[in-house]
Structures are given as C-alpha cells and as structure tokens.
C-alpha cells in the first residue's frame, strides 16, 4: 500500500508498522508540517478485495465515532485524508503497551485492574453519551501508556446510534468477550454490551484464561454456545472485584450490573471508606465513665476542629462514646492542617481547595501527601502550588521518589515541568526525566533553550535514554539543540532510530 510513498497527503512521511489486523494497519509517522509524532490507521487493501466498499466506509463510520468523543481515555482523531480512495484516519500517537500484553507478563493486583478498569469505564461512559457502543472491550483494546494513562482504542466495529447500515447480522469481534446478545439476530445491542466486554477483561487480567472458552475441537462454537448457555468458572481471585465481575456476566442485559454499579465499587477499591464509628454507648455507662478531658475545658463546639479545615469537608459522624483526641494547644497546630487530618480529605476535595490546603502545609508534609495520591492528582495539585509558589513546588517535586515526580510532571503544563526541574540539581532533573515517559520528557526539553535542553540531555543515566527521548523531540528542535553540542551530537545519532537518525542527520548537513 505504502510502495514508493513515504509521504502522504503532502505531510506525513511514514516510520514504521505498529500493528496489523483484519481492518487495517496502524503506522507511526511523522507530522512534518507540525513537526509531531501522530499514528496513522490505514485500510488494508492487500488481503483481497470482499466488501471493499463496505470495509472502507466501516474506517470512516470509526473516524466518526471516535470524533463524537472528548474523554482522556479515548485517542483523540486529528483528521481523516484519502490516498487512492481508501481513507487514512490521523490520531495521537500513544507510546505503550496493551493490557493483554501486561497480563501475559505480570500478575496484576486487584488494586491496579480497578484503576485500568475505571478510565476504561470513564470512557465508555463519555462513548455511551455520545450515542456509540463500541463493542470490542477487551484486553487487546486496552492500551497502557508509559505514564500508566489508560487509553480505549480501535472503534472499528463500534455501532453509532441510528446507523445500522454496516454490520447487519454478521457478527464481528473476539469470541470470548462478545455478549450474548450479539448472538441473537433481533436482540438490541446497547452499552450493556460494553460493560460484559470488560466484565470478561477483569475475569481474564484476573484468572489469566477466559470464563468461557472451550479447548475442544469446535473451539469457536463451543465458546458461543458457553457464552449463550453456561455460567462463567468460577474466580479463584474473591473480593468486591470478582463479586461485580460476575455481575457484570450476567446473560440478560437488563440484569446485568450496570456503569454506575461498576463504578462504584471500583471507586471504593481505590478509596476506601475509613472505619465507621463504633455503636454510641448506652447512657447509663456514658454517666459513669470519666470526663475525657479535664472539667474546666470548654464543651467542644460542633464546627470544624480546625479553622484551615473547609466548611463543606464533612468528616464522618461522631457518636459520644468515641475517644476524641485530644487537640495541639499551639497556635502553630490551629493555622497548618495536620498531616493525618489532610490524607483523609485531600482525595475528595477538588484542585482548588487541595492547593489551598498543602500551601498552608511544611513542604516536607507536602510532599509526603502528594507521594500518596494518584500520579494524575500528583501533578494537577503541583501545577497548582506552581501558579502560587513555584519554589515549594520545586522542593515537593525533589522530595518525592523520581518515580512518583517522573508520573507527576506528565500532568504538568510542559513549561511548569521544565521551570521545576531547572531549578533542581542537574543529577536530581536527570533521574526524575529518566523515571518519566519518553513523550513528557520530550515535552519537557522542547520548552527549554538548547544549551538548557543539552543540559537536561546530559544529565539523564545513559546516552541511549536520551537518545529515546530526543527521538520524540520536534526534529527541527532537535537539531537545533545537537548544533550546540558537536560530541552529543555524534553520541545521540549513533543510539537513535535509523529513520530518526537519517531524518536529523539531513537536518544537520551543510546548507540546511
């Protein structure tokens, strides 16, 4: 397909095949008129000729549903162009791997499927909203990126509300993780659909197999006829997850647990309740017990505890037989928040409020509670101490492990991030970068003049590090920065992409 044309619609010049399927094949390419990596899905034409009308209209009928979708876990589409009548559609390039690919390799704890598993949900929701089912939940579709965002892909079969034009009664998609009533010719097929598909995802990430596929040698129909008739195996994995796994398999639609039931227990998973008050003690035994502080302090007043605490943070119900503890006299302790007070209300709070609470908080304390939160809210909150106070922002971002700092500066505006770690030790940037995705880091060194980039450059671990990220540098920014550094220069060509190093290299010749 691609034979003697590198460079489509005039501006994407094509690297290298990400993947094929039965609808098409996905390539990287470069955006040479924005200067950005993006992928490109392509209609295959070289596997016969059947439906070719059909199957190019199914590419552009995805293109549709997908634009229909503003959601962090959908890939947003760019454009659609068309080379010899089959239509190439132009999405963000998302470096990672797909879930099915991480559940061959690892175990994955209970805790980890619930946080994939609710940005998938999210998403179906957001696709649910813009009338689209997609149809092809499963691990395949899944895709984890390096900064551990979550991504929904491949709407090739998904169905957009009113059109039917295209799938008739075949029935398209991997067998295990089709809903029953994708079997059945006049049964309507909704969002339900959606939810048993990643129903069987988590039964799969879980046990590792599949609840219904049968090994004998009518494999395919065995598995339809299991999907259709029999219950799924049972978990050896229990726990919430496993209970609404096997709600969410539920053979009838109308029964099956639904977005708002899965989302909630996927909620509590991650944020689980504090432990409830004990039962108030009987009057009798209230009179008889001792005062719980000395007599001559005032009776506690049924506000909050302390002045920082936000009105509209409800802490659980106190009964009068719970120990109270007992309240720092200082003036100190009434105007900063606590540590443990903080942990057990920054979650539920929003960005604003979160900000305000950690800058009334020592930075050491800050940075302990941010090393607890999700690495989405990790960077939200720092960008948003960084608006006020970029150097405590700083010195939170060196005090958390370059793990959690390498997650956190994905959720940074890109000049924030560079602002931080320029303020850091050459070694302290380094070690965060080398703990980031390849894409944040590029982001990262683009916003820096190219003596500071080199410098960053300079101080990751290895050469080949660096040279992964300059490879998703901008290449006219790229080699502006290799001008300044004639021995970085012959080091980061020779560990970089042949494409990558061909395409600086003619950037970098004589008279360019």
């Not at 549709?64 to 132009?90: E, G, N, Q, T």
Request: glycine content about 6%; aromatic content about 4%.
């Amino acid at each position: 397909m691609t034979s003697g044309r590198d460079v489509l619609n005039g501006r994407y010049r094509l690297v290298y095949q990400l993947g094929k399927g039965g609808m098409g094949s996905v390539w990287l390419a470069e955006d040479q008129l924005l200067e950005r990596s993006v992928a490109l899905k392509a209609l295959v034409t070289d596997i016969g000729t059947n439906n070719l009308g059909e199957r190019r209209a199914r590419v552009l009928k995805e293109a549709r549903a997908l634009a229909r979708v503003r959601h962090p876990a959908i890939v947003p589409v760019h454009d659609v162009f068309f080379v010899d009548d089959d239509p190439w559609i132009v999405m963000e390039y998302i470096s990672g791997r797909s879930l099915d690919e991480v559940i061959a390799t690892e175990m994955i704890e209970e805790r980890t499927l619930a946080r994939i598993g609710l940005q998938v949900l999210r998403g179906l929701m957001a696709v649910h909203r813009a009338g689209v089912v997609h149809r092809d939940v499963k691990p395949a579709n899944i895709l984890v990126a390096q900064d551990d965002s979550i991504f929904l892909v491949d709407f090739g079969i998904a169905r957009i509300s009113g059109d039917s034009s295209l799938t008739g009664h075949r029935i398209m998609g991997t067998p295990d993780f089709i809903a029953p009533e994708r079997f059945r010719p006049d049964a309507q097929v909704g969002p339900p659909a959606d939810i048993w598909g990643l129903g069987v995802t988590f039964y799969y990430a879980l046990e590792r197999c599949s609840p219904f596929r049968s090994g004998n040698e009518h494999g395919w129909e065995a598995t339809m006829m299991a999907i259709l008739r029999d219950d799924p195996r049972p978990l050896n994995r229990r726990g919430r997850l496993g209970e609404v796994t096997l709600r969410m398999l539920d053979k009838v639609p109308a029964r099956r647990a639904d977005a708002a039931e899965v989302l909630a227990v996927l909620d509590v998973l991650l944020n689980p309740p504090t432990t409830p008050a004990p039962a108030a003690r009987p009057a009798s035994a209230l009179s008889a017990a001792p005062p719980a502080r000395p007599a001559a302090a005032p009776p506690r007043s049924p506000g909050p505890r302390n002045r920082t605490q936000q009105p509209q943070i409800q802490s659980p119900p106190r009964t009068h037989g719970r120990a109270v503890p007992s309240a720092d006299p200082t003036a100190h302790s009434r105007r900063r928040p606590r540590l443990e007070d903080a942990q057990g209300v920054i979650r539920n709070v929003g960005s604003d409020t979160g900000v305000a609470m950690l800058l009334a908080m020592e930075v050491a304390d800050v940075a302990k509670l941010l090393a607890d939160c999700p690495a989405r809210q990790c960077g939200e909150l720092l960008q948003g101490i960084a608006t006020v106070r970029q150097a405590t922002a700083s010195t939170a971002l060196r005090l958390l492990s370059p793990a959690a700092a390498g997650r956190a500066i994905a959720y940074l505006r890109p000049e924030t991030a560079a602002a931080l770690l320029s303020a850091l030790l050459p070694a302290e940037a380094g070690r965060i970068l080398d703990s980031s995705d390849k894409r944040t880091a590029a982001r990262v060194i683009m916003e820096l003049d190219p003596h500071a980039s080199v410098k960053m450059l300079r101080s990751m671990s290895t050469r080949q590090r660096a040279a992964e990220v300059l490879a998703h540098v901008r290449p006219g920014t790229a080699a502006a920065l290799l001008r300044t550094d004639n021995e970085l220069a012959t080091t980061m060509l020779r560990h970089l992409s042949e494409p990558v190093r061909k395409q600086l290299s003619r950037r970098l010749s004589p008279g360019q």
